[in-house]
């Protein structure tokens, strides 16, 4: 079966660090970018970060940059988010990704994951 | 506030045609880059509904269509069916600072 399953969400204390994982099954992990897409409660779909087949190209959004650093193991099949120095601003649910090409600057988002929930807070 | 900039809600009676549109800018549709459009059925993950502007995935039905034109995009669905509801984002990607994907504020379709 084709999919995607994120874990490692939680709650967690404003200012320390999480790490996302994400397992792919059903198709040819390397041969496709891969996306990080979180929605807060209630809100619409904020991108986070993008990586290329080989990992050579990688993206952020302002929003988490020099906080948040995405990573794949092709080897393992999998995609990891590390987010360092969290806010109540980064509570959301966290989607895992798959893009339509090999890159992560272009062509559609065709596979999601059901999601990890990430809940920041005191 | 969005970079793209959806209706909040639009809504139809079964049958009809619905659209929604996606107003970007310069640095983004304008641009020319592609607009992609997601599909979110309550409490579920989105679904690629159209790529490349105006193509559907396999499976989709051919009730949905998207057009693009200068800095603005539409969804268009015909022959509205209950399970239509949902939410409806649009996507584009957009060069202005770093360069990142952008999605619209999101659409829900009420069928009524």
């Known amino acids: 079966e084709v999919q995607l399953v994120e874990s490692g969400g939680g709650l967690v204390q404003p200012g320390r660090s999480l790490t996302l994982s994400c397992a792919a099954s059903?198709?040819?992990?390397?041969?496709?970018?891969m996306h990080w897409v979180r929605q807060a409660p209630g809100k619409g779909l904020e991108w986070v970060s993008g990586?290329?087949?080989?990992?050579?190209?990688?993206g952020y959004a302002d929003s988490v940059k020099g906080r948040f650093t995405i990573s794949r193991a092709n080897a393992k099949n999998s995609l990891y988010l590390q987010m360092n120095s969290l806010g109540p601003e980064d509570t959301a649910l966290y989607y895992c990704?798959?893009?339509?090409?090999?890159?992560?600057?272009?062509?559609?988002?065709?596979?999601w994951g059901q999601g990890t929930r990430v809940t920041v807070s005191s | 506030q969005s970079v793209l900039t959806q209706p909040p809600s639009v809504s139809g009676a079964p049958g009809q045609r619905v659209t929604i549109s996606c107003t970007g800018s310069?640095?983004?549709?304008?641009?020319?880059?592609?607009v992609h459009w997601y599909q979110q059925l309550p409490g579920t993950a989105p679904k690629l509904l159209i790529y490349?502007?105006?193509n559907r995935p396999s499976g989709v039905p051919d009730r949905f269509s998207g057009s693009k034109s200068g800095t603005s995009a539409s969804l268009a669905i015909t022959g509205l069916q209950a399970e239509d509801e949902a939410g409806y984002f649009c996507?584009?990607?957009?060069?202005?600072?770093?360069?990142?994907?952008?999605f619209g504020g999101g659409t829900q379709l009420t069928v009524l």
């Open positions: 996507q584009s990607y957009d060069s202005s600072l770093s360069g990142s994907w952008v």
């Open positions: 990704v798959k893009n339509m090409g090999s890159s992560w600057l272009d062509d559609g988002f065709d596979l």
């Open positions: 059903g198709f040819t992990f390397d041969d496709y970018g």
């Open positions: 990586i290329s087949w080989n990992s050579g190209s990688i």
């Open positions: 310069s640095s983004n549709i304008g641009a020319g880059y592609d």
């Open positions: 490349g502007n105006n």
